[in-house]
């Protein structure tokens, strides 16, 4: 049984350089790993849109909608700076 491609977002803000690390790193993982996923980049841009996303700093890496870091869901305020 093939299973579907996993969402793999990474999110940054503009002029972030370490975000195509992240997303490379992301990516050469799951090919070690066997894993086919769907990769997606996001700027996040302001600071609502930051808050929205709960976008703890930049880059941001989530797998099917689950930051890679577990202690965000503790965090509180979110934003760009």
Do not use: K, Y
């Not at 992240?22 to 996923?37: D, L, P, Q, T």
């Not at 930051?50 to 965090?75: K, N």
């Amino acid at each position: 049984m093939t299973r579907p491609p996993v969402l793999v977002e990474v999110l940054h803000t503009p002029g972030c350089g370490r975000w195509e690390a992240a997303f490379g790193a992301v990516v050469h993982v799951a090919e070690e790993e066997g894993i086919v996923v769907t990769p997606s980049e996001r700027v996040v841009a302001g600071e609502d849109e930051a808050r929205a996303l709960r976008f703890p700093g930049s880059p941001t890496v989530r797998v099917a909608g689950q930051d890679v870091q577990p202690e965000v869901d503790e965090l509180q305020d979110f934003g760009l700076g």
